[in-house]
T-cell receptor
C-alpha cells in the first residue's frame, strides 16, 4: 500500500539538542510539506518542497531546517534555536501543480522536551 | 491573505443527531476546499473535497457544498455515529504551491 511513513512516533529532546524527524513517501509525489499542530490552533506550515533539491519556508520556519535530496524523503530538523518545540508534527505529500488534489498525511511525530 | 474560520468547538451530540460544522473562508481567486478528519493520535485523512462553486463533496454520509456567494463550505451529516467522534478541519488550497490553509479544527464527540 502506498503511503507516508513518519518516524519516530514519539521523540524527546534535551536542552540544546537538535533532533531530526523522518518522513518517507512511496506515492511518487513531487510535493512534500511539514506542518506543526498545537492544541486549538489547527495546522501551521513549516516548510514545503515541490521538487528535489528545492524547498521554501512556510509561515513558521524559524528554528527548523529541512533537506530534499531524494523524491521520497523530506526530513525535518528541529534545532536548538526553536525555543518551544513541543508539538505534534505532520508530514504530507501531494501531486505537484494541481491545487484540486488533496494532500496525504502521515501519522505524525509527537515531540516533547525532557 | 487567505484564511479559514470554523465554528468553535467542542461539539457534543447524541447518536443519530444531525450534524453541522460551519466553515467560512477568505480567499482571492477560486481555491479548492477540503474537509479532513483526525482521529486521536493519528494524522489527517481526507474526508471530502470540492473544487469549484456549487460542487458538492460527499463521503461516508458527510456532505459539503462549495458556496461562493457566502464563501462557505459547511460540513453536514444526517445521522451521526459514535465512530464519527474526531477533530474535523476545514482547509483551502492556496494557489500554485498548493499550500493548505487550515481552520482551527472542531472537536466532535458523539454520545451513545
Amino acid at each position: 500500500d502506498g503511503g507516508i511513513t513518519q518516524s519516530p512516533k514519539y521523540l524527546f529532546r534535551k536542552e540544546g539538542q537538535n533532533v531530526t524527524l523522518s518522513c518517507e513517501q512511496n506515492l511518487n509525489h513531487d510535493a512534500m510539506y511539514w506542518y506543526r499542530q498545537d492544541p486549538g490552533q489547527g495546522l501551521r506550515l513549516i516548510y514545503y518542497s515541490q521538487i528535489v533539491n528545492d524547498f521554501q519556508k512556510g509561515d513558521i520556519a524559524e528554528g527548523y531546517s529541512v533537506s530534499r535530496e531524494k523524491k521520497e524523503s523530506f526530513p525535518l530538523t528541529v534545532t536548538s534555536a526553536q525555543k518551544n518545540p513541543t508539538a505534534f508534527y505532520l508530514c504530507a505529500s501531494s501531486i505537484r501543480g494541481q491545487s484540486n488534489q488533496p494532500q496525504h498525511f502521515g501519522d505524525g511525530t509527537r515531540l516533547s522536551i525532557l | 491573505g487567505n484564511s479559514v474560520t470554523q465554528m468553535e468547538g467542542p461539539v457534543t451530540l447524541s447518536e443519530e443527531a444531525f450534524l453541522t460544522i460551519n466553515c467560512t473562508y477568505t480567499a482571492t481567486g477560486y481555491p479548492s476546499l477540503f474537509w479532513y478528519v483526525q482521529y486521536p493520535g493519528e494524522g489527517l485523512q481526507l474526508l471530502l473535497k470540492a473544487t469549484k462553486a456549487d460542487d458538492k463533496g460527499s463521503n461516508k454520509g458527510f456532505e459539503a457544498t462549495y458556496r461562493k456567494e457566502t464563501t462557505s463550505f459547511h460540513l453536514e451529516k444526517g445521522s451521526v455515529q459514535v465512530s464519527d467522534s474526531a477533530v474535523y478541519f476545514c482547509a483551502l488550497s492556496d494557489g500554485g504551491a498548493q499550500k493548505l490553509v487550515f481552520g482551527q479544527g472542531t472537536r466532535l464527540t458523539i454520545n451513545p
